[in-house]
């Protein structure tokens, strides 16, 4: 990504964000967020960990590891972008997700993807009566519920029917972002009515 990129894709990503100019001493409510450490080299991550931009993927810095979670995404700017799942061994130089066995997405062309593999197309209408699911555009909000045994994935609170099984090992929020795409994860005070049962993310401590 050149420099002008870089430069475009902060720009982008500070949009009505500004700084403060006193620090406030009051501890974070929610220490999950976009973890640094396990982001790509060409991945922009600002506003407290909550926005990505740039290209590449990041991964959320807490496992899903209670029985029911949920967390959502609002698309922040549209692009090439993808939202799921994934373990700490997948390729974060990716800006698209669902391209090996440690990812699964949502993505951008509204297809469900795992392994280089299509596992399901959604179905969409511009038409609302319909019973569909509109065109993923800017502003929408995706949500993402896991329980060990399936994921499945929510556009503006409606469930997509068609949840995603045999998702393997410890794994993380996972973000993916190109060609201008941002993206904002959203970890409490959700849009959405969470699923049933399910909740935020928690820290490993948190749950005993």
Not at 47 to 65: E, F, T, V
Not at 181 to 187: F, P, Q, Y
Request: proline share 4%.
């Amino acid at each position: 990504m050149s420099n002008l990129s870089v430069f475009c894709c902060l720009k982008g990503c500070l949009n009505n964000f500004r700084f403060s100019p006193t620090v406030s001493h009051i501890p974070r409510e929610n220490p999950i967020q976009l973890d640094t450490s396990f982001m790509g080299y060409e991945v922009v991550i600002v506003k407290g960990g909550q926005r990505i931009c740039g290209s590449g993927a990041a991964l959320g810095n807490a496992p899903l590891q209670q029985s029911k979670s949920y967390f959502e995404v609002k698309i922040q700017q549209s692009g090439s972008w993808a939202i799921g799942l994934a373990t700490r061994q997948t390729d974060l130089s990716f800006a698209q997700g669902g391209m090996d066995e440690f990812s699964w997405v949502l993505s951008h062309d509204h297809i469900i993807r795992h392994n280089k593999q299509e596992l399901y197309k959604i179905n969409t209408s511009d038409n609302p009566s319909t019973g569909e699911i509109h065109s993923i555009q800017e502003g929408d909000i995706i949500g993402v519920a896991y329980d060990h045994i399936q994921l499945k994935f929510f556009v503006n609170g409606t469930e997509i029917d068609h949840p995603v099984s045999n998702v393997k090992g410890t794994v993380y929020p996972a973000l993916y972002v190109d060609d201008g795409a941002i993206l904002d994860i959203i970890l409490d005070n959700f849009n959405h009515q969470s699923p049933s049962g399910f909740e935020k993310i928690m820290l490993e401590q948190s749950l005993l």
